[in-house]
Structure formats: C-alpha cells, structure tokens
C-alpha cells in the first residue's frame, strides 16, 4: 500500500481511490481545452457510453498530464508530484498563517462550496 510520509511526520495513505487528501492541478489554459475537447466529443459520440468513454480518456489519460497534489491533513502541507507516477513529490508548500491562525485547507474549502452549493440547488 504506498504511503507518503508529510515533512510533518504525518502518514499519508496514497492508495485510496477517490483519496480525500488527493487533487489535480488543472492549468487554466489547459482546462479551456479540455472544455472545448469534451464539446467536441459529445457532439461526435452515437451514445452515451461513447461520450462517457472519451471524457474518461481526456481526464485520466495513459500518460496523465495533470500534476497530483497530496495536502497532509495534519499541517496542511501540499505535497506536489510532476506526474502521478513519480515516487517522491517534486517539492512541498507550506500553508501561511492568517491572521495569526492557519488557513483552511483546500479539502473542507471544496466541501464547504460543494454543500453551499447542493443547499442553493432548486427543489423539482
């Protein structure tokens, strides 16, 4: 089971699937294309399962292109691998005080607006 050892000392579990200390980073010009590459395929795909197979090969392609980034949930510390295959990250971020107290990490700012938003979405 890999595992990746925050400077903190924190153990972090790699092997969870979706792993909730695990992100993509997505340059904005690449997310732009990869807008474009899904419209384009839903307008080319026969069927949904057609569709849905090029949008997995866009995002997780054989050879990913997205750096994977691991936040340690002990320190907040960002872990930042090249590609998801390398072995040991190619450097670290530490989380700045705010006003005198940590910042929240990435993980509970994406549930915080992923509940804001379910809570605004309209009752059918």
Not at 12 to 32: A, C, D, H, M, T
Not at 76 to 88: H, I, P, Q
Request: contains cysteine; negative net charge; aromatic residues 12%.
């Amino acid at each position: 089971m890999p595992r990746l050892t925050c400077l903190c000392g924190e153990s972090i579990s790699l092997s969870v699937v979706p792993n909730p200390q695990g992100f993509k980073l997505v340059w904005e010009p690449l997310r732009e294309k990869l807008i474009e590459e899904l419209i384009a395929a839903y307008s080319r795909a026969t069927c949904e399962e057609e569709f849905e197979e090029k949008a997995y090969q866009l995002f997780y392609p054989r050879n990913p292109e997205f750096p994977q980034i691991y936040e340690c949930p002990k320190c907040g510390r960002l872990a930042v691998f090249a590609r998801a295959s390398d072995d040991k990250p190619t450097f670290w971020f530490e989380r700045d005080m705010m006003h005198g107290e940590k910042a929240d990490s990435i993980g509970s700012l994406l549930q915080a607006k992923e509940s804001y938003n379910q809570s605004e979405s309209p009752v059918i």
